[in-house]
């Protein structure tokens, strides 16, 4: 299984950035697809996911400004980013998981699962 993230780069705060994670050779039917972004200095932090089913979940700090969707014949992820801030600013990874999505998510760092290399997101003041 491999994970392709694209669409990082730099904006002022305020501004607009779209996230895109390619994935292929995943076969199963079940899963839940994410990102999570890691800044310097801090944990990795999950930021949304989507389950095979659409369903989606969101960190409290993001509500209301990304947005996470997928495409399902390609299993293409994406994070639409509105409203960015400067604490936005970390290497954003995605990732994908043979599981419905659910609290696990959100607790500590799955071990498990399929990750991307990350893409660089920077936002400025």
């Known amino acids: 299984v491999q994970l392709v993230e694209s669409g990082g780069g730099s904006v002022q705060a305020g501004g607009s950035l779209r996230l895109s994670c390619a994935a292929s050779?995943?076969?199963?039917?079940?899963?839940?697809m994410g990102w999570f972004r890691q800044a310097p200095g801090k944990q990795r932090e999950a930021v949304a996911n989507?389950?095979?089913?659409?369903?989606?979940t969101y960190t409290d700090s993001v509500k209301g400004r990304f947005t996470i969707s997928k495409a399902n014949a390609e299993l293409t992820l994406y994070l639409q980013m509105n409203s960015l801030k400067p604490e936005d600013t970390a290497m954003y990874s995605c990732?994908?998981?043979?599981?419905?999505?659910?609290?696990?998510?959100?607790?500590?760092?799955?071990?498990?699962?399929?990750w991307g290399q990350g893409t660089q997101v920077t936002v400025s003041s």
């Open positions: 050779g995943y076969t199963y039917r079940t899963y839940c």
């Open positions: 990732a994908i998981f043979k599981a419905s999505c659910g609290s696990w998510y959100f607790g500590r760092t799955p071990d498990f699962g399929y």
């Open positions: 989507i389950d095979s089913d659409g369903s989606t």
